[in-house]
């Protein structure tokens, strides 16, 4: 099993480009999220997604949006990337909620936007 | 607000022990996790606590206490490849994880 994958892993963009970031679970995970991690703050949550069609917001939604059109695969999207969406980017996936059960993480995506 | 603090930076020498606290404030409880995450990698799960007291795995124990809001991580015997930032998070009414911004871990020699 790959567990949870990240596309690209580096990506450097210029203010007002556009990109998608690609996650990718084979563990059969009902529950996805994206996250930010900036220094010297915790992770950040951006959206989340509770099963295949759905998606909601997390604590920091602004300028992202997001797609689970397959339960394997949560999409995030940055329509006009801004200097203060350079971050890393984690997305993590769970098989449920309570019960103490484990997000597995993916690698990271590492984004700069000048 | 939620809350959770937990000190920035740590120094440890290898071989002995070393306590990471966190205390938190929340909406509501629903569990408290440990992460470690290594410099420039993604957070790898090291422990969960519900209930009040210590969970001990291996090297590594983690102690709740509901009532005051505080958790620690203890770490025995330490090796130098535990050198990474440990990452406290709450899992709140609505099952979402709020997470501190993490103990960077310094081991010397």
């Known amino acids: 099993n790959a567990g949870v994958t990240q596309t690209p892993k580096f990506r450097v963009l210029k203010t007002g480009q556009s990109m998608t970031l690609l996650c990718a679970q084979d563990?059969?995970?009902?529950?996805m999220y994206w996250y930010r991690q900036d220094p010297g703050m915790g992770l950040r949550l951006i959206h989340y997604s509770v099963g295949e069609g759905t998606t909601a917001k997390g604590e920091v939604p602004d300028g992202y949006n997001v797609s689970r059109l397959k339960k394997q695969n949560f999409l995030l999207g940055l329509e006009s990337a801004a200097p203060s969406q350079t971050s890393v980017y984690f997305c993590?996936?769970?098989?449920?909620?309570?019960?103490?059960?484990?997000?597995?993480f993916g690698p990271g995506t590492r984004l700069t936007v000048l | 607000g939620q809350n959770i603090d937990q000190p920035t930076e740590m120094t440890a020498t290898e071989g002995a022990i070393v306590q990471i606290n966190c205390t938190y404030q929340t909406s509501g409880f629903n569990g408290l996790f440990w992460y470690q995450q290594h410099a420039g990698e993604a957070p790898t799960f090291l422990s969960y606590n519900v209930l009040d007291g210590l969970e001990e795995k291996g090297r590594f124990s983690s102690f709740l206490s509901r009532s005051k809001g505080y958790s620690y991580l203890l770490l025995k015997e330490l090796q130098m490849k535990d050198s990474a930032s440990y990452l406290c998070?709450?899992?709140?009414?609505?099952?979402?994880?709020?997470w501190g911004a993490g103990t960077k871990l310094i081991i010397k020699p």
């Open positions: 998070a709450v899992l709140d009414s609505n099952y979402q994880l709020i």
């Open positions: 563990m059969n995970h009902e529950y």
């Open positions: 993590a996936s769970t098989k449920t909620l309570a019960g103490g059960w484990e997000q597995f």
